[in-house]
């Protein structure tokens, strides 16, 4: 028992020596000598007869420290919270108390336990000014190089009901660079007032009026006065509203005629129950994919007049669906206690004065909702823009066409 104990402990010693790059002891070698026959693989002997040791190489990942979590250096740490700012914080839009979460310490203690999770207080008071300096030097860098730029600017109410204006630069293909955020609480957001917010920023990040080729904003009576001074101001730049903006205007004129209102209002009723009923929701999902539809009813998001269409064009896709469920007995009246579809949601969904009216929306708009599907990206220009209201325009006027045709 001694004697195994022994042997043990002199091959654990010989082990510790040979992850550390030393070569054994010769008594070591000698008390094992007479061990199994796989620990003389280490040895040879020399021509007198004893016995050398022969020293192996050892691989890097072999070395002891790798297995240890050594205390972080103070430009290690600086770097560690430098990512977990820029790359997880700031680009996932994720709040700054995320690290104070006791569920992420415990996540990181896992994976790095000499790592000092960093307070949301030493985020936003020692890092968070040093990298916008950062990013402030290279877009001065950047724009200093360049030329012809498009100015961009909108206001706005956030989360805490401040008023907000944003300034941005732009070039076709390339991503736009923000200038700056000013807050105009408790300011009146006149013309003058605006001019001044865009001439600061454009001082900002040092840019030269004589770099900006064009301005575009949206077009509220505001805006309209803004961009006449703007041009007073500087008379080579051109200024323009935002086109997008314009066509989504013409949807909201054609959407809130009194017919097509009542046809939005209705839209909503039957996607408002469908979706808040966990039961008839589940149901007309069944009936939709057995009949091959993929997507389902589609929700408004206010100021996007363009997302009515949308809206319209998912429930007329699932008219054969609620026809189908509003028919069981179940649905038009209570059986066994459970709660029927809605009296009103019934009588629309079996109204077909309401599917012709929702299938003349949707063929007067859609056009112009895919406008903006095509050119809502950095690539498209003035000619993309005119090219598809062009377009749109020969699409209805052929579909005019059509129905003419039809109905003679």
Not at 133 to 155: P, W, Y
Not at 328 to 333: G, I, Q, T
């Amino acid at each position: 028992m001694c004697l195994a104990m022994k042997v043990g402990l002199d091959t654990a010693a010989k082990l510790a020596d040979s992850v550390l790059g030393q070569a054994p002891s010769e008594a070591s070698i000698a008390d094992d000598v007479d061990g199994d026959d796989s620990s003389k693989k280490s040895k040879s002997l020399t021509s007198s007869g004893t016995v050398r040791a022969v020293k192996r190489k050892v691989p890097e990942t072999m070395d002891i420290t790798s297995y240890l979590d050594r205390p972080m250096k103070e430009e290690d740490i600086d770097k560690a919270n430098l990512l977990l700012l820029r790359r997880d914080l700031v680009f996932t839009n994720t709040p700054f108390s995320r690290p104070e979460s006791p569920f992420f310490r415990k996540f990181t203690s896992v994976l790095r336990p000499t790592y000092p999770v960093p307070s949301r207080y030493m985020l936003i008071q020692k890092y968070l000014p040093g990298e916008e300096a950062n990013v402030h030097l290279d877009d001065v860098k950047r724009l200093s190089s360049e030329r012809d730029f498009t100015v961009l600017t909108d206001g706005w109410e956030d989360l805490l009901k401040r008023s907000v204006y944003g300034t941005l630069l732009a070039q076709v293909s390339e991503f736009p660079v923000v200038l700056g955020l000013k807050n105009l609480s408790g300011e009146r957001n006149t013309a003058d007032k605006i001019l001044e917010t865009v001439d600061d920023a454009l001082t900002k990040k040092d840019v030269l009026a004589s770099k900006v080729l064009a301005v575009c904003t949206d077009n509220p009576t505001t805006m309209r006065a803004f961009r006449r001074k703007f041009s007073e101001k500087y008379p080579w730049v051109i200024t323009t509203y935002c086109f997008m903006h314009g066509i989504n205007t013409i949807i909201r004129k054609i959407t809130t005629f009194p017919a097509m209102k009542t046809v939005v209002s209705k839209n909503a009723r039957i996607v408002s129950f469908f979706r808040g009923s966990h039961y008839w929701g589940g149901q007309l999902k069944e009936k939709a994919a057995s009949m091959g539809i993929k997507r389902g009813l589609k929700t408004n998001t206010e100021t996007r007049f363009y997302a009515l269409i949308l809206q319209a064009l998912s429930v007329q896709e699932h008219r054969r669906a609620l026809a189908d469920i509003c028919l069981h007995d179940d649905a038009m009246r209570s059986i066994n206690g459970m709660s029927p579809v809605r009296r009103e949601v019934i009588t629309i969904v079996m109204d077909p004065q309401h599917w012709t009216y929702n299938d003349q929306l949707i063929r007067t708009c859609k056009p112009l909702v895919d406008i903006i599907g095509n050119i809502e990206s950095r690539d498209a220009t003035l000619a993309d823009c005119m090219l598809e209201l062009i377009g749109a325009h020969r699409w209805s006027g052929g579909r005019r066409t059509q129905s003419r045709v039809s109905q003679g």
